[in-house]
């Protein structure tokens, strides 16, 4: 684990769906930065793992023509309703050349 002023930072690399939050360790934030990699109902999995304290950053895109891109969202309302967050205290659109960024932080 690396600390950055105090702050407890531990990196996670593996298949989400099967990871197991443990109690012990309940994070603080979580971050998803590829949410267009996934299907809809690996995503749905996953994010009922979240408690719902925990703050969440999400992005995503509506870039279709990569073939790896299986759950593009067409906008940042459909990325919003997609995420079911109860509480969003940021969403932003980053227009690019080819297509839109989408990203939201908040709290199921």
Known sequence: MLFFNKIKFK???GDMCDYVYNPKEH???VINTSCEHITQKQYEIWLDKIDTDTWIVLQ????TGHKEHIN?????KDFKWK???NRVWYEG???LPKYDRYMLIGRK
């Open 93 to 95: 659109t980053l227009e």
């Open 11 to 13: 990196a996670e690399t």
């Open 60 to 63: 995503s895109n509506n870039f």
């Open 72 to 76: 593009c969202s067409d906008s940042l």
């Open 83 to 85: 995420s079911k967050l």
């Open 27 to 29: 994070p603080h934030i």
